[in-house]
């Protein structure tokens, strides 16, 4: 089968297509042929291979494990012995480890069924932006129905689902985003958009609730946009070196006593990865996607995820 590998780290020009064995499902596992897989930011940082915690992981100074990919849709070819929920034939989404290929293996927790109705590409798009922005809106947000919530990074690939998420817990949402993206994150869902280039969001407030995917600014000025109880929730670090923002994180953390400013790394988990299903379904979320490429054209799919100006997510297809 061919897959895309990365045997160093480095910028796009690392990754080939080569021909390996397609693997064979054990235990928990489930053989999936890939017809769509997405990427994201945490594939970039691992094909990179300038954060420690991860060369850890994948291998130092070389990478060790070649795979690339995760979020991916497709149809169950094999399942291992221990598999009860899937069966030859089903169509699925979820992740699987070397996703960008025409077979991926993913432990049976990490999928669930696909709705009939959503699309190969638009449900290999969700796993990793849905959950983030389910998981940070509702468990780390506490978001609640009226709240007032700002989206910072309105337009990504962990934005485009949190308005509509935030949405679905009938928020009022106010969307930053640029101007090429006004449009679109107004069809999504958002009640008031914020054009960066033109307004500045700090004094927009209070926001009950601030979702941000940017990360290019002191926590104190997210702190002052926020209300009494309000609670900020910090996704990424578009707007800065990844390992500064760490460190900015770590040091606003140590230094502060009443904790209004949280982060974390969204977890796959069945139970969320239904929600977003049933979601698709009653039209209450939905995919945005900037632009497909073959596999064969990945590189040029990372690169276009590395630039940070994606409009909502950028998708391989494998098949069809």
Not at 4 to 32: F, H, K, M, N, W
Not at 116 to 140: H, M, N, W, Y
Not at 216 to 243: P, Q
Request: with cysteine; charged share 20%.
């Amino acid at each position: 089968m061919k897959a895309i590998l990365a045997r160093r780290y480095g910028s796009p020009d690392v990754l080939t297509l080569e021909e390996v064995d397609q693997p064979t499902p054990e235990g928990d596992q489930v053989l999936v042929k890939v017809h769509a897989a997405a990427t994201n930011p945490s594939y970039w940082h691992r094909m990179e291979g300038k954060i420690p915690m991860l060369r850890q992981a994948y291998g130092d100074p070389e990478p060790t494990d070649h795979a690339m990919g995760g979020d991916c849709a497709g149809t169950v070819v094999a399942v291992g012995n221990d598999v009860t929920r899937f069966a030859v034939g089903d169509a699925v989404f979820g992740a699987a480890k070397g996703a960008f290929a025409e077979f991926a293996l993913a432990s049976e927790k990490a999928l669930v069924h696909k709705p009939e109705k959503v699309s190969f590409i638009d449900a290999a798009a969700i796993p990793t932006g849905g959950l983030t922005a389910l998981q940070g809106l509702r468990d780390q947000g506490h978001i609640t129905s009226g709240q007032r919530v700002l989206i910072i990074g309105a337009s990504g690939g962990v934005g485009i689902y949190a308005v509509q998420i935030a949405k679905s817990f009938d928020a009022q949402v106010t969307a930053v985003c640029s101007t090429r993206n006004i449009d679109m994150v107004t069809s999504i869902g958002a009640d008031e958009v914020i054009d960066y280039t033109q307004q500045d969001w700090d004094g927009t407030g209070p926001y009950d609730l601030i979702l941000d995917m940017v990360g290019d600014r002191d926590f104190e000025v997210y702190v002052k946009n926020l209300t009494e109880t309000g609670r900020m929730v910090s996704i990424g670090a578009l707007g800065m070196d990844t390992m500064a923002f760490i460190a900015k994180m770590g040091g606003y953390k140590a230094s502060e006593q009443e904790e209004k400013v949280f982060s974390f790394i969204a977890q796959f988990t069945t139970e969320d990865l239904t929600t977003l299903a049933e979601l698709m379904v009653s039209g209450a979320i939905k995919s945005v996607i900037d632009r497909t490429f073959p596999l064969e054209e990945t590189a040029a799919a990372m690169a276009m995820q590395g630039g940070k100006r994606v409009s909502g997510k950028v998708v391989v297809v494998i098949d069809g």
